[in-house]
């Protein structure tokens, strides 16, 4: 019980922690981590706000862990569901705060400075809720299944491989809007560098905080 309620106080901490990084990503408009900028662009090209299309791409993405999984897991379909309804109105609404404190008013330089934190608690945040397994968000917890079950626990090769849905998303709302948001130099490091900085985590950050491993 004490592991457990350890894993708890991490995991409400990274819930907080990915939620502002995110929000704090998308203020700067230099470019988000991945699935977060394919959030931004699919929400400008529905026209829904953007914690309603987070938690609705939630939903898809929960969908396809199951299938990955190869069968019907309740407690992992439950968890990826509780993790994204605080979460995804998190991201907007620390967003209005981020915006209100005028960070995205900064010079070129102060913005990409934040940005580069912003990336790099997004991967902390990862790493934590990944090591507690408790709940997850779907779209991390897809790159979980893929490293433990598919890809002999390369963080790296893991995040990549989970990156072609996003991308996808991203590629087809240019095609359909001719826009791009929150897409720029930020994703451009998300992309080279978010596994590798995940991977580092997990021995630097909280080191005494191990992987529970479930699939």
């Not at 026209?47 to 609705?56: E, K, S, Y």
């Not at 930020?186 to 905080?209: C, E, I, K, N």
Request: proline share 3%; with cysteine.
């Amino acid at each position: 019980m004490q592991d457990f309620g350890q894993r708890m106080r991490f995991l409400v901490f990274s819930i907080f922690l990915n939620s502002a990084a995110n929000a704090l990503t998308i203020s700067t408009n230099l470019g988000s981590a991945v699935w977060t900028g394919s959030s931004v662009n699919l929400a400008n090209w529905i026209h829904v706000p953007l914690g309603t299309t987070l938690f609705g791409y939630g939903i898809v993405v929960t969908i396809m862990n199951q299938l990955f999984l190869g069968h019907f897991d309740r407690k992992r379909f439950v968890s990826n569901i509780l993790y994204i309804i605080p979460f995804s109105y998190l991201v907007e609404w620390i967003g209005y705060f981020w915006n209100w404190i005028g960070v995205n008013t900064l010079n070129l330089t102060g913005r990409v400075i934040v940005d580069i934190i912003g990336l790099f608690g997004v991967a902390a945040a990862v790493s934590i809720y990944q090591r507690c397994n408790i709940i997850m968000h779907p779209n991390d917890d897809l790159a979980y299944i893929l490293r433990f079950r598919f890809l002999k626990g390369s963080a790296v090769i893991a995040q990549w491989t989970s990156y072609i849905p996003p991308v996808t998303i991203i590629v087809l709302s240019y095609i359909f809007t001719g826009q791009l948001h929150a897409i720029g130099f930020g994703t451009v490091l998300a992309l080279v560098a978010q596994g590798a900085v995940m991977g580092w985590s997990d021995y630097h950050v909280f080191p005494r905080l191990k992987h529970h491993v479930d699939v």
